[in-house]
């Protein structure tokens, strides 16, 4: 009765770019700051999201714990328009996909406990 399967959904954005790090300025002419965004693929779009696991919920109310699989596509498309190293514009949409597991622990906050002869039936 306190567990089973879960199916959860959702709709979200998402973006993502290269990042450059370098030990000294001035090491890549190519990658100055006039010339990072031609490079960084710059992407961003629409994401949906599914989650399926399982739940636990135990009686004591101490063990309550859920573990599964997080799916998540991201239609998107760059931003930039234009990439150096390519050469080319990029106007394409783009399909990206990220699959994880998660599990998770949950520790419950009961505001009105009351014991079970306290109930007053009508």
Known sequence: MNCGFILLG?????????????????EIPQLDKNYQKGYDRFTEGIAFNQFAGYY????????????????TEGFTKNKRGYNYDKMAFDKNA???????????????????????NEFQFR
């Open 10 to 26: 959702g709709v979200g954005f998402i973006q993502h770019y290269i990042n450059f790090v370098f030990q000294s300025e001035n």
């Open 56 to 71: 636990f919920h135990s009686k004591n109310r101490l063990i309550n714990f859920y573990v599964g699989v997080d799916f």
């Open 94 to 116: 783009k399909q990206d996909y990220v699959t994880s597991f998660r599990a998770g622990w949950m520790i419950p906050i009961y505001l009105n406990t009351k014991e079970e």
